[in-house]
C-alpha cells in the first residue's frame, strides 16, 4: 500500500497565522490526494480534493498544491474555528491510505 | 439533503462479530461509492475497503481480508459492514462515507474521495 506521511504531527499557531502543513507519499500518486478536517469527536469533513480543488462551501483561505509525491494545504489566516487535526488521502490505487494526522492547537 | 445515518454503538466480546449498518437517504442510493474507514481511540483514520452499491462488488483494505464483508440491500438504501473475530485492536469508531462521483463517470474508486461522512458508530471490544 502506499504510505502518506504528514509533518508535522503537531503544531501551535496564532489566530491570522499562515499555516503549512505537508503530505508526502512514497510514490507518485498524480493529483489523487484530498485533505480532510476534523473535529473532536466529529467525522472529518472534506476541503481540498485532487490536490487543488476546493470543495464547495469551505472558506478559500484553504488551498493545497502539489502533485506526484509531494502536497500541501496552507491556511492563510488561521481561524478559531480551524483549530482541529488534518489528515491527508491518496486515492491514487484502489486501496486508499491516510496520513497520521497533523493537529493544530492553538498557541 | 445527501444523509447517511448509521446504526448504534455497540459492545463486542473478543472473537465476536458486529454488524454496522449506514442508511443513505436524499440521493440515487446504486450511483454512488460507499467506503467505510475507521478510527482507533485518539489514533488517526484507516480506509477500511469500499463497495459499489449497484452490483455489491467490494474491495477490502489487505490488513482485513478475510474478516470484513460489506453488503448492500437496495430495497432499503442500506449499506453494511460485518467485522468478524473481533480483538481489542478493533474498538473504534466506523465510519461510512460517500465518493461523491457518479459510478458510471469514473473507471473504478481511483481518484476520489468521502463527501458526505456518516455521523460514526463506536465499536467497543471488551471483555
Known amino acids: 500500500d502506499i504510505q502518506m506521511t504528514q509533518s508535522p504531527s503537531s503544531l501551535s499557531a496564532s489566530v491570522g497565522d499562515r499555516v503549512t502543513i505537508t503530505c508526502r507519499a512514497n510514490?507518485?500518486?498524480?493529483?489523487?490526494l484530498n485533505w480532510y478536517q476534523q473535529k473532536p469527536g466529529k467525522a472529518p469533513q472534506v476541503l481540498i480534493f485532487a490536490a487543488s480543488s476546493l470543495q464547495s462551501g469551505v472558506s478559500s483561505r484553504f488551498s493545497g498544491s502539489g502533485s506526484g509525491t509531494d502536497f500541501t494545504l496552507t491556511i492563510s489566516s488561521l481561524q478559531p474555528e480551524d483549530f482541529a487535526t488534518y489528515y491527508c488521502?491518496?486515492?491514487?490505487?484502489?486501496?486508499?491510505?491516510f496520513g497520521q494526522g497533523t493537529k493544530v492547537e492553538i498557541k | 439533503q445527501v444523509q447517511l445515518v448509521q446504526s448504534g454503538a455497540e459492545v463486542k466480546k473478543p472473537g465476536a462479530s458486529v454488524k454496522v449498518s449506514c442508511k443513505a437517504s436524499?440521493?440515487?442510493?446504486?450511483?454512488?461509492?460507499i467506503h467505510w474507514v475507521r478510527q482507533a481511540p485518539g489514533q488517526g483514520l484507516e480506509w477500511m475497503g469500499v463497495i459499489n452499491p449497484s452490483g455489491g462488488s467490494t474491495t477490502y483494505a489487505r490488513k482485513l481480508q478475510g474478516r470484513v464483508t460489506m453488503t448492500r440491500d437496495t430495497s432499503t438504501s442500506t449499506v453494511y459492514m460485518e467485522l468478524r473475530s473481533l480483538r481489542s485492536e478493533d474498538t473504534a469508531v466506523y465510519y461510512c462515507?460517500?465518493?461523491?462521483?457518479?459510478?458510471?463517470?469514473?473507471?473504478?474508486?481511483?481518484?476520489?474521495?468521502?463527501?458526505?461522512w456518516g455521523q460514526g458508530t463506536l465499536v467497543t471490544v471488551s471483555s
Open positions: 488521502q491518496q486515492s491514487y490505487t484502489t486501496w486508499w491510505t
Open positions: 510514490e507518485t500518486i498524480g493529483s489523487s
Open positions: 462515507a460517500r465518493d461523491p462521483r457518479f459510478i458510471s463517470m469514473v473507471r473504478g474508486v481511483g481518484r476520489g474521495w468521502c463527501d458526505p
Open positions: 436524499g440521493y440515487t442510493f446504486t450511483s454512488f461509492y
